[in-house]
């Protein structure tokens, strides 16, 4: 074991979307000193990172994906589904699809009614305003998708970049029409909190240069990596953290860390150790630290430091049911990517100062509160549905989720519109890769159906006391029988939206189908879930901001519940997952993350 060096005011274990963030905001104050220890590379000038339309190309490769693969699910067919995670410098925020959605209220107050004061909407609105910069839309933007009440002064001028793209096209136009015919025309800017129906958000992409915007470039910029008070190590792993048991509470005092070159090293804090490795691997962290279940830890011969079974339970994950429905000849398709002279000239064209389809995100969503192949659901009709699954929602948060799913304003579901063909049927595949590469030869859309608020609850655990072994990833979904009915009902409703014009006008009359199954009965829709049915890229809760005795991990102050000096700032401290994509709610915990360290940090300046 190599000997200690310099102490640090903060280590942070992660450098991505969370880790980044908090980092960039400690050294504002030149007098902290933080080190941001990252298992991957700075790959911030790697095409396959700054090309918005070559997303794909980094799935399944460890230079950039940690690469998770599920237990079979016994929910969806026994299936292993796959789930991406960011290896390298911005994490997740440097491999997702850029949509930048933000939490309706109902999501944030559903936060802080679970006992964590200061994390209701109206608390982290300020930091929703503060994260990120949305750049007006172009007006070829507004003639093609509305945008009629887009509202500039609810976001503010954050490092995060966010534009509206260029390129719109015939099919985002007809997603709007069609929900504006059944009734979910979206009539407010659904970034201020409140809204239900189809809408476009935005993309993490820089209208300057047409390149994503993620905590690398955002949070780590050439100014802020030369400040003297930061010190950022790449392709170096945690293996555990190092607690001072002297006293009454133990003190986490530093880290046990393997250098790129395959050496050991321990490393020191005056300070505290900010725990922000995802939510799939800080609790792989705290329990090869000692930190997790009695049981799970002297199995592996783990010294306990903090007995908490809730570590790595309660996991959370949005599950999504794709659908492909064959286009009819001109229809433009993601699909045609897959002849390589095509996305050649794509290239070509994209390096032509950005331009073209490969610096855009054109996905369409929406925002739909319960519904199935009649329509929107009536009051009494949703009520129905949960008492009939009241023995399925007996937890605390169960409840505030079926009281909140049952608001009449309140989105049950988001659906994408996704630009191409999804491959979500297939087994045993090796990553997100094998569900987004075209592989069959018709052109195709896809409809996405991503439950917001899962009642199914998942778990990540370390089975080796081997950092370099994942940690067994297990979301269980389905396991609440409540997520397949809204799931299916939801499918029904896709089929209601097909033969709607002039949605149905891009589609081939009984053209092909990914997957082939129908969801026009209830019990087809429940089939094709299970068939069809992976995650979203949004794992969370796994180490969840609530009481102890309910649950809790971290408190509200994000500290870890039995320990001094260590905090877990990422999607792992939600209390419940938010609806909609989350990578806008992992900025703003950090965001305000930073600010509740910086008070503290001055409580304890004044209390000596």
């Given amino acids: ?55 794909v190309g980094m799935y399944g490769k460890p230079e ?22 960011g290896k390298q410098l911005g994490g997740s925020s440097a491999l997702n699809f850029m949509m930048m959605l933000y939490p309706p209220r109902g999501s944030l107050d559903a936060w802080g009614a679970l006992g964590n004061e200061g994390w209701d909407y109206d608390a982290l609105s300020p930091y929703l305003r503060k994260f990120a910069t949305f750049h007006s839309p172009p007006q070829a933007a507004k003639d093609v998708v509305g945008l009629a009440n887009h509202d500039d002064s609810a976001v503010g001028n954050g490092p995060v970049q966010v534009c509206f793209s260029e390129g719109y096209g015939e099919a985002n136009k007809a997603w709007m029409e069609a929900f504006a015919k059944l009734g979910l025309e979206m009539k407010t800017d659904p970034r201020t909190g409140k809204g239900l129906g189809a809408f476009q958000q935005g993309g993490s992409i820089d209208p300057a240069t047409n390149t994503r915007s993620h905590a690398g470039n955002a949070h780590y910029t050439p100014e802020i990596a030369s400040r003297s008070n930061l010190t950022v190590m790449t392709e170096t792993v945690v293996q555990k953290i190092i607690f001072d048991k002297s006293e009454d509470v133990p003190v986490a005092v530093g880290v046990l860390l ?30 090869l630290s000692g930190i997790g279940s009695r049981s799970l830890l002297e199995s592996l011969a783990i010294p306990v430091v903090v007995n908490n ?31 390589p002279n095509v996305l050649g000239a794509l290239l070509q064209q994209y390096q032509d100062g950005g331009k073209g389809p490969l610096g855009q995100s054109n996905i369409s969503v929406a925002y739909v509160p319960l519904a199935d192949g009649d329509g929107v659901c009536s009051g009494d009709a949703k009520e129905s549905l949960f008492a009939a699954h009241r023995e399925h929602l007996q937890t605390p948060e169960a409840r505030v989720l079926s009281k909140l799913l049952q608001e009449p304003d309140e989105p049950t579901v988001q659906y994408f ?3 191409s063909q999804a491959h979500t049927v297939i087994d045993n595949s090796s990553s997100m ?27 990540v655990h370390i089975t080796s006391t081997d950092v370099d072994n994942l940690p067994t990833w297990d979301p269980k979904f389905n396991s609440n029988p409540l997520d397949l009915e809204v799931s299916a009902r939801h499918v029904q409703f896709v089929e209601l939206l097909l033969r709607t014009a002039s949605f149905a006008d891009l589609f081939k009359p009984s053209g092909a189908r990914i997957p082939q199954l129908t969801g ?25 901001m609530k009481p102890r005795e309910q649950g809790g991990v971290v408190d509200s102050r994000l500290r870890v519940y039995g320990t001094k000096g260590l905090r877990v700032v990422d999607a792992s401290v939600f209390p419940i997952q938010t609806a909609g994509n989350i990578q806008s709610v992992v900025y703003v915990v950090a965001e305000k993350a930073s600010d509740i360290i910086k008070e503290d940090r001055t409580g304890m300046r004044m209390s000596k």
């Fill in 309 to 339: 079974p809730n570590v790595g339970e309660h996991l959370q994950d949005h599950p999504i049911t794709c659908q492909s429905f064959e286009v009819k000849p001109g229809v433009l398709s993601g699909d045609v990517l897959r002849d």
């Fill in 258 to 287: 393997r250098t790129r070159d395959g050496a050991e090293k321990t490393l020191l804090t005056g300070g505290e150790i900010i725990l922000a490795a995802g939510a799939l691997m800080s609790p792989q962290v705290l329990e």
């Fill in 64 to 85: 950039y994906d940690w690469n998770f693969s599920s237990t079979p699910q016994p929910g969806l067919n026994h299936r292993i589904i796959n789930q991406a995670r």
């Fill in 417 to 419: 519109l996704f630009p």
């Fill in 520 to 544: 026009d009965t209830l019990e087809n829709a429940r089939e094709l879930v299970r068939q069809s049915q992976v995650c979203c890229f949004h794992p969370s809760c796994s180490l969840a």
């Fill in 433 to 459: 890769a094998d569900y987004l590469l075209p592989t069959s030869p018709e052109n195709y859309l896809t409809v996405m159906t991503m439950l917001n608020h899962p009642f199914s609850r998942g778990s």
């Fill in 1 to 55: 074991m190599g000997s200690a060096i310099d102490v640090f005011d903060y280590i942070i274990i992660g450098g991505g979307t969370a880790g980044l963030t908090v980092a960039n905001r400690l050294t504002e104050d030149a007098d902290i000193q933080v080190l941001v220890i990252e298992a991957g590379q700075d790959r911030t000038n790697d095409p396959l990172v700054q090309i918005p339309g070559l997303v």
